[in-house]
C-alpha cells in the first residue's frame, strides 16, 4: 500500500474508535439530559469547535459548496431525530442492528444515485458485516418488537445518503467547510426542534459536562472531519464496512468500561464485522472504479493541500 491509501485508511479507521467509545459517553450524560439536547448541544459544539479553522479558509466560501453543506446537513438533522424516535420503541439492541444497516444500504443507494454497480465483493462485504451485527446486536436481545420501532430505519437510510452525496461533493468541495457546514445545519436544526423531544436540563454534572464536551469536539467534530475526508479518498461502500466497526466497539468499550458480560454473540459478531472489513479494505485497495470516479488509491492534488 502506498503512503496516501495508508493515511486515508488510519484516518477512516479512526472513526468508528471515536463513535465506539461515544457510546459510554453518551450512556453517562442521556441520563442527565434528553435525546434532543443532547442532538443539539454535540452539534453546537461540534460546529463552534470547527468555527476557528473555518474562518481562516474564507477564500473558499463559494455558493456550491455552502449548498452542498446544508443539504448534507439536513440529511444528517433527519438521521438523528429517525434514530431518537426509533428509539423510544425499541430496546438499545434492536435499535444499534436498525441504525448499523447502512452497510447493506449504501451500494444500493450509491448504484441507484451514481448508475455505477458496486462490485460483487462490496455486496459480499455488506452482508457478512450486517450478519456480525445481527449476531452482535440481537442475539441476546429476546425482547418483544414494537412495529413503531421500524422509525429508526430512517437513520441508516439517511445516513447512506449522506455518504453518498458526501462521497460526490468531498471529491471536489472544501472538506472541512464541507464539515463545518453539515454540523453547523444539523445544529439549527436540533436546536429548533429539541423542545419536541423533551425540557430544557435544569442541571448537568461536571461529569456530564465533560460527556457533552467529548461528545461535541470528537464524536462529532473530529470523526464526522475524518468522515469526510476519508470520502473524499474513498468509495462511499468501502467507507460504510469501515464505519459498521463502531458496532464492535461500542460492545468491547462496554465491557471494558461499563462491566458489560462478554458473551459468544459477541465475540462471533465481532469476527464477522472485522472480516468484512478486511475484506473491503484489502478489496477498495487495487479496485479499478468506473471512469470519473477516483480509486482509494488516487489522491488529487486539490484534496493534498487541503
Known sequence: MSKDIIKTELILFLTPFIW???FVAGKSVLSEVGPGWLNFFR????????????LRRNERWDRKTVRH???IGV?????????????QYTSAGQNAFL???????????????????????????????IAGIAVLSLAADQSSFDPRGLIALGCPATAALGFVYTDQYAKNDDTYLLTWLQIAGAAVLCGLTAPAFGAYPSAISMRGVFSLLYMGICFSGVAFLCQNYGLAHASSEH???????ESVLGWVFGVLLLHEPVTINGVIGGALVFAAIMISVKENSTVQKAPGEKKLTEVDESAQNR
Open 20 to 22: 465506539g467509545f461515544g
Open 43 to 54: 452539534s453546537g459544539i461540534a460546529a463552534l469547535f470547527l468555527l476557528p479553522f473555518m
Open 69 to 71: 453543506g446544508l443539504v
Open 75 to 87: 440529511i444528517m438533522f433527519v438521521n438523528f431525530s429517525s434514530q431518537i424516535i426509533g428509539l
Open 99 to 129: 441504525c448499523t444497516t447502512y452497510v447493506v444500504m449504501t451500494p444500493f443507494v450509491a448504484w441507484a444515485m451514481k448508475r455505477v454497480r458496486p462490485s460483487a465483493f462490496d455486496f459480499i462485504c455488506a452482508v457478512i458485516a
Open 239 to 245: 467507507t460504510s464496512v469501515v464505519l459498521s466497526l
